[in-house]
């Protein structure tokens, strides 16, 4: 069984259902017996729709030109 550390770590891949059978299996396993982990898991899905709803920043030009040129020199140092 999956330890409340565990369930915190899968979260996210299990909100966006990334997670294969077995493991989506002893994630939802373990909250059907640990309420405190079904209650954060509830929240979590709720902050991401309430965030979902939330309409795109705007980006100063220029700033967004700079971030581009900084993500594109971090590319080509990789």
């Known amino acids: 069984m999956l330890t409340c550390k565990q ?3 899968l979260a996210t891949s299990y909100a ?3 997670l294969g059978v ?4 002893r994630f939802q396993l373990h ?3 640990c309420a405190n982990c079904r209650t954060w898991v509830r929240q979590l899905k709720a902050t991401a729709r309430a965030l979902g709803r939330l309409p795109a920043p705007e980006l100063p030009p220029e700033l967004e030109a700079e971030l581009l040129r900084r993500f594109e020199g971090w590319k080509a140092k990789r």
């Not at 077995?22 to 299996?25: G, N, V």
């Open 7 to 9: 369930i915190a770590e």
């Open 16 to 18: 966006e259902g990334q």
């Open 22 to 25: 077995a493991d989506r299996l």
């Open 31 to 33: 909250l059907g017996l």
